[in-house]
C-alpha cells in the first residue's frame, strides 16, 4: 500500500484468504484479471502518449512523502 501512495505501484491486486500459495488458481484469475483491465485502459492510446505517460511516473517516483 505504501508503494501505491509514493507512486511506484499502481495497482494492489488482493491476495485470496490463506495467501496465494493456498489458493494458485484464484491468485492467477486475479492477476489475470488485473493484466486484462490494465490493457484495456491503454487500448487505443498513441505510443507516444503512453510514453509521455511512463516517463512522467518514473519522473515523479520518489517525490511524494509517508506521513509519519
Do not use: F
Not at 501505491?4 to 485470496?16: F, M, N, Q, R, S
Amino acid at each position: 500500500q505504501d508503494l501505491k501512495k509514493l507512486g511506484v505501484a499502481d495497482h494492489i491486486i488482493p491476495e485470496p484468504v490463506g495467501g496465494a500459495q493456498r489458493h494458485r488458481v484464484q491468485a492467477m484469475e486475479a492477476v489475470g484479471k488485473a493484466i486484462a483491465k490494465l490493457l484495456d485502459e491503454v487500448k487505443g492510446k498513441k505510443r507516444e502518449d503512453l510514453r509521455r505517460d511512463r516517463r512522467k511516473k518514473y519522473l515523479e517516483m520518489g517525490s511524494k512523502a509517508l506521513a509519519a
